[in-house]
């Protein structure tokens, strides 16, 4: 069934925060419109905002950048940090000094706060673990209009320029999200605070840990619109289409969360009969850049700085490939995400992008999880979304490093860290066979490997879920 949480803002809240987000827009649309200069030109405007900000209002930075000189700071001048670093320093690293760890954990040990507000003000979400320990980011009122914006100014983009409008407001302009749902991941807490702050639009979202058939069934009841999900979640959805199960027709699809390939969004499109927007963002900056015809990522280069450096933390070239990324979220004050290592590997394009987009252009390697496809007792073949199966082994044994290894048909192994495998080992392999009945997989061996997770990349990223090409025998 889809949820849809009730309405919990100040009507004349939302007002406010709706007519941040269009001004911003409308300003963001104007920038644009004069060029890469002025776009640059905003970047190293927020930046410098942003810097001083920090300098004055949190007792980190202000510890961190103790040495650097008192002037005004270029990106160059500025310590990487790190998400490990940071979440030490929680309390410090807030500029809002009423911002406590201890309340913060409290808040989010509560599921049925996703996408409420913390303390009435913020938005507060928490990231995956494939680099180990998750992280938690506070979103102010600012950073929110903001990356509202940059989703309206899509909606002028070339990206939709196909879309049936005339069929999207006969199916009520209803929005369907298919996500993971039991924690507070960025994406179901956005959803649910725009949903709750804006209770006239129709929005609802599908846990994607849910069996295939119900979300299908969901989607076919409630005709969405708009339809938002993971690009394997998209592609599995698709082929439920083209085997005439889903009978939705919506207007335009969102992927984000996931690599989306050239291949995989085609499929997808001719399927749907509708234009794709892939989203690039993450927990540490919501929005930071779209997907264009020619398969390239346009950074939100006004309101994110991204920085590809090689191991050395030098700058890479137009062309290769980076060791990391370095990002600076420019909306957020409240909680300053600042030449953040982000451990995406990235590669800009050379030149000005094909499709004439302005904005910088660049292309991720980003999660490549694998759909398992396992075997049911009557000899059905089950596909089984990434995401949906780190989502269970995550919020339900509150482990985060960790990958799920296919080794058969009727098979698979979960690999834990050896300081886990003791107090985690058991409750991650229950909650694995549990997930896997509810799919019709009961027959499905789960074992514990003696061994840990691999890293199979060297920003030391995990591919969580593998489905091993020659698999071991059942």
Request: net charge positive.
């Given at each position: ?13 939302a007002s406010v ?35 001083r ?8 930075y ?10 005004e ?22 500029t809002?000094r009423?911002?406590a ?42 950073a929110?209009?903001a990356?509202d914006?940059?989703?309206?100014v ?6 939709l ?47 994607v ?55 995989t969004?085609?499929?997808?499109e ?5 234009p ?34 090689d ?5 890479t ?13 420019l ?5 300053p ?10 590669r ?11 904005l ?25 979304v ?6 269970v ?9 960790f ?14 860290a ?14 694995l ?13 789960v074992?514990l ?26």
């Open positions: 069934m889809p949820t849809r949480p009730p309405s919990s803002l100040d009507p004349l809240h925060q709706q007519w941040n987000a269009g001004t911003l827009a409308a300003q963001t649309l104007w920038t644009r419109g004069l060029g890469p200069d002025a776009v640059a030109a905003a970047a190293r405007q927020r930046w410098a905002t942003l810097v900000h920090a300098r004055t209002h949190s007792p980190f202000r510890r961190r950048w103790r040495h650097l000189p008192a002037r700071l270029a990106p160059a001048d500025v310590p990487v940090v790190t998400k490990d670093e940071l979440m030490a320093s929680f309390d410090d690293w807030c809002d009423a911002i760890w201890r309340d913060v954990a409290a808040f989010l040990a509560a599921r049925a706060h996703i996408g409420e507000r913390f303390r009435g003000k913020y938005l507060v979400w928490t990231s995956s673990g494939t680099t180990g320990r998750p992280g938690v980011f506070v979103q102010d009122d600012a929110l209009a990356y914006a940059l989703v309206s899509q909606f002028a983009g070339a990206a320029a196909t879309c049936d409008w005339t069929a999207a407001v006969a199916a009520g302009g209803r929005a369907a999200l298919v996500a993971a749902d039991c924690d507070h991941f960025a994406s179901i807490a956005s959803w649910r605070r725009i949903a709750r702050g804006k209770p006239w639009l129709a929005m609802a979202s599908f846990a840990t849910s069996p295939l058939a119900e979300i299908v069934a969901g989607l076919n009841a409630y005709q969405p619109a708009f339809l938002a999900g993971y690009p394997t979640v998209l592609a599995l959805l698709a082929a439920e289409r083209r085997a005439g199960r889903l009978a939705v027709r919506p207007a335009a699809l969102w992927a984000g969360g996931e690599v989306l390939t050239p291949t969004r085609a499929a997808i001719q399927a749907f009969g509708c794709l927007v892939n989203e690039y963002g993450a927990s540490e900056c919501l929005t930071i850049g779209y997907g264009c015809r020619e398969g390239w990522l346009h950074v939100n280069a006004d309101w994110v700085l991204m920085e590809p450096v191991a050395d933390l030098r700058p070239a137009p062309g290769a490939l980076s060791h990391t990324v370095l990002v600076t979220n909306a957020n004050a409240v909680q995400v600042i030449r953040y290592d982000l451990r995406d590997r990235v800009v394009a050379p030149g000005r992008c094909a499709c004439g987009d302005p910088p252009a660049l292309k991720v390697e980003g999660r490549r999880d694998d759909v398992l496809t396992l075997t049911a007792r009557d000899g059905a073949q089950v596909r089984l990434p995401l949906a199966l780190v989502t082994v995550e919020t339900q044994a509150r482990v985060h490093r990958q799920i290894v296919q080794r058969g048909e009727r098979s698979v192994q979960l690999r834990l050896a300081d886990e495998r003791a107090h985690a080992g058991a409750p991650a392999v229950a909650a066979r549990d997930y896997l009945a509810q799919q019709g997989l009961s027959n499905v061996r074992t490997a003696p061994e840990g997770p691999r890293a199979d990349a060297p920003d030391g990223k995990l591919q969580q879920v593998v489905g091993l090409a020659d698999p071991a025998p059942d």
